[in-house]
């Protein structure tokens, strides 16, 4: 995500040609596009990133769902 951010600002800064970043060639932006493309789609994929998240979120519902089904009966 902080790759995605840095894009982001960099985009506008160097479009707009402010302070140094108007020196920076549009190559290194297209770059760092490219790597966020490649670490999304793949790298993220082959290191099981993308299913932690979905596992955690599920854990999440659980836990609200324990927590609530507890709370009924303690009424």
Do not use: C
């Not at 402010?18 to 966020?36: D, N, Q, T, Y």
């Amino acid at each position: 995500m902080p790759l995605i951010i840095i894009i982001v600002l960099l985009i506008p800064l160097r479009y707009f040609e402010v302070w140094r970043f108007a020196e920076i060639s549009w190559w290194w932006i297209v770059g760092l596009m490219v790597v966020a493309f490649i670490w999304f789609e793949f790298i993220e994929k082959l290191l099981g990133l993308d299913k932690k998240k979905e596992h955690n979120v599920d854990e999440q519902r659980r836990k609200a769902r324990v927590k609530q089904s507890f709370d009924k009966t303690k009424k």
